[in-house]
């Protein structure tokens, strides 16, 4: 599988953007009619600081580490911390599908749980940003195409009016760091996928 890191820019308004992404382009001679591919869902990256996510998850809780900074690389490594993820990761790599399905919930943040929200065992960071900017780290050493949908988890709306410390609306943000909450695409002329956003509603539901 050859992937290649894509890079676009463009002038709006008379201002530069540019936006790179890695692992973005994929370079086949033809589609398979047999073709595989992997669904991986309900991730859930949080770290030891997420007291909260303990509780719902208690058999995952040893496969799960402190966040790091560097990469512990191989098949007995932790990733960044995520080790079951880094696991999981690593095993795909050796099954060399044609591409990876995620299909949402790839942090744990909760809405409600208020306490959770803003700038304490996340440093500057709210709960959303640290867990997702983890999940985007583990999940970058994928070295197959990935094609990415939002799920509940990931699409909850601060709203401070509520208690929360930060305004900071989720479906916002994913179209910043991920891309389109809808999109499709196809794998050869007879196979088209849809990727719906299911959390769709009012801002003040979410």
Known sequence: CDLYDLTIGCVIEGKNYEDSQPNAVDVIEEFKTNFNFIQMSDIHVYGPDNTDASIFYKHSRTERGQRQHSYDG???????????????????????????????????????????????????????????????EEISKLEVPAFIVIGNHDGYNYITEQ????????????????????????????????????????????
């Open 74 to 136: 191989g098949p007995t490594g932790a990733g960044y911390g995520a080790r079951y993820l880094h696991k999981e990761i690593m095993e795909i790599n050796r099954m060399n599908p044609d591409f990876v399905l995620l299909t949402g919930d790839y942090d744990f943040g909760q809405r409600y749980f208020y306490k959770d929200i803003g700038y304490g065992g996340w440093g500057t960071k709210t709960q959303y940003e640290f867990e997702q900017e983890w999940f985007y």
């Open 163 to 206: 208690g929360a410390a930060v305004d900071q609306d989720w479906l916002v943000n994913w179209v910043k760091l991920y891309g389109p909450l809808c999109f499709e695409f196809e794998y050869g002329p007879e196979n088209k996928f849809y990727a719906v956003n299911t959390m769709d509603w009012a801002s003040d539901q979410r």
